[in-house]
């Protein structure tokens, strides 16, 4: 599901925005690309400490929209790209997951887990 250029991206440094809403009222927040952990069956990993109206929301409603890209990675015409990511959230607290998650970023409290249904590029 998650292809080269996607994985290419998210290995270099950039913005990530998480958009979840929740009684018709979106919400941003943000990471960086290199918190992002890409699992072999697609799903992407990123610790959490903060994103409690990210997780209020995903408790409501577990659609999630991710954006991130990379000014260093060839896009379609020039240097830069970006994709956009749609799928499903969760938050995780225990478990194999969890605990690789909690060796690598030692300050999360939680792992936000999100099942890839798309992942379009889009510059």
């Given at each position: 599901?998650l292809?080269?250029?996607?994985?290419?991206?998210i290995s270099?440094?950039g913005v990530?925005?998480l958009?979840?809403?929740?009684d018709?009222e979106?919400h941003?927040?943000n990471t960086?690309n290199?918190?992002?952990?890409?699992?072999?069956?697609?799903?992407?990993?990123i610790?959490?400490?903060?994103?409690?109206k990210t997780q209020?929301?995903i408790?409501q409603?577990?659609?999630?929209?991710v954006t991130l890209?990379s000014?260093?990675?060839?896009?379609y015409?020039?240097?830069?790209?970006?994709?956009?990511?749609?799928?499903?959230a969760k938050?995780?607290?225990s478990g194999a997951?969890?605990?690789?998650?909690?060796?690598k970023?030692s300050?999360l409290n939680?792992?936000?887990?999100i099942t890839?249904?798309?992942a379009?590029?889009t510059?």
């Amino acid at each position: 599901m998650l292809n080269e250029k996607l994985l290419d991206v998210i290995s270099h440094e950039g913005v990530v925005a998480l958009v979840t809403c929740s009684d018709n009222e979106s919400h941003v927040a943000n990471t960086w690309n290199s918190y992002i952990n890409a699992t072999e069956d697609g799903r992407l990993l990123i610790p959490a400490t903060g994103m409690i109206k990210t997780q209020k929301n995903i408790e409501q409603n577990d659609k999630i929209k991710v954006t991130l890209g990379s000014k260093e990675v060839m896009g379609y015409r020039s240097l830069g790209t970006g994709f956009l990511i749609e799928g499903t959230a969760k938050f995780v607290k225990s478990g194999a997951d969890f605990d690789m998650m909690k060796e690598k970023f030692s300050f999360l409290n939680r792992v936000l887990e999100i099942t890839v249904i798309s992942a379009k590029q889009t510059l």
